[in-house]
């Protein structure tokens, strides 16, 4: 099965089909690149980055009640940009 990418650019809302969301928004805090693969998602951000950084921010909507998301499929997130060369 070949690979599904997309393009998020920071401040976008983190899409349901990757992380269904419980009372808080999820927006990708930098630009980053996902990429489906093998059953699974691989996150990596357009520019290099620290281990600390963030890539997802989450903003509750309700302090009163938890907040819960859910990965739709395992998540590997990676510090480093996704290489583009296919060798």
């Known amino acids: ?3 599904k ?12 089909w990757l992380m269904r969301q ?7 805090d ?4 996902v990429v489906e693969s093998n059953s699974e998602f691989l996150i990596y951000p357009a520019s290099a980055m620290d281990e600390d950084d963030t890539m997802v ?3 509750i909507i ?3 009640i938890d907040a819960e ?3 739709t499929l395992p998540i590997r997130a990676h ?9």
């Open 57 to 59: 921010l989450a903003e």
């Open 69 to 71: 998301v859910e990965h």
């Open 5 to 16: 990418t997309w393009t998020f650019e920071a401040g976008d809302r983190v899409p349901e």
């Open 62 to 64: 309700d302090q009163q």
């Open 1 to 3: 099965m070949p690979e």
């Open 22 to 28: 419980t009372n808080c928004v999820l927006r990708f």
């Open 79 to 87: 510090t480093n940009p996704r290489s583009m060369s296919f060798n």
């Open 30 to 33: 930098r630009d980053a690149i």
